[in-house]
């Protein structure tokens, strides 16, 4: 299974060095074992995505386990879907691979399976990389996957954008995503200390044209965090970038501070679009 080109759309091929198009775009392997594919040209920023800081605070939270019944959720829905062998699986907005490389673990001890993890944050795909030698990591676009079309089982997408016609492109037929979304309360005590009106997130379902909403779960708990806990969990969320210095002085100066977990599962199968033609066809009869 091989790359698409982020410049001309060809299919990559391995070399002695990393991938490389007929067109001769190169793409190196870096040391430890991803590959970059998002051009200057496609970035929006010098250095796109979670900054280093933002990626050890969420290593250090993760690695506690405090979402660890969200990873065991992902798998378990995993599990019940894929086919036993020789599944596919790309997870969009990987980060350090926390989420991925659990669901190839538990895939990898039923037999082969390729899984992929794509962000846009070089700093975070190079620590998972790095750590998570099942995973195949890359640096690319969401909204510009590298892969061929229909390529993948199934799709993770932790809060990650990427544009339907996509997903729909790199999924297999009767294939699946499963989304991962805040929850109506989800950290609700944190946006209490930053907003003077703290507000619900929403519960509307996107749209995701080409493929039907089959499952929907709420997975919701509280947790109970200590002062360098708490502010990490803060500087891993965008919250952080709003919170003023006194709100950063609460969380240092509480030795316990309690924030609920509220997550939205939702899991998307892939449309037939040739069923749909015929239910959208009109009738021949007079």
Known sequence: MSYLCPLCHHPLLPDASGWRCENRH????????????LPVQHKRSK??????EMMQARRE???????????????????????????????????????THAVADMLQKNGEAEVHALDVSRVAVRAGAKRYRNVRFCVASSHRLPFASEQFDAVLRIYAPCKAEELARVVKPHGYVLTVTPGPRHLLQFKELIYQEAR??????????????????????LMSLNSETSAALLQMTPFAWRARPEVWGVLATTPSFEVETDFTLRL????????????????SGE
């Open 200 to 221: 619900l997130h929403d519960e509307t379902p996107e749209a995701l044209p080409g493929f039907t909403l089959v499952e929907q779960h709420s997975l919701n708990y």
């Open 61 to 99: 939270f993760l690695d506690a386990g405090h979402y660890q019944p969200l990873q065991s959720s992902v798998c378990d829905i995993f599990q019940r879907i894929l086919p036993p062998e020789n599944a596919s699986v790309l997870d969009i907005g990987c980060g350090e691979g926390y989420y």
């Open 26 to 37: 190169q793409f190196d392997r870096a040391k430890e074992g991803y590959v970059n594919l």
């Open 47 to 52: 250095q796109p995505g979670d900054s280093a």
């Open 268 to 283: 998307w199968q892939k449309e037939n679009p040739e069923a749909a033609q015929q239910t959208e066809a009109p009738s």
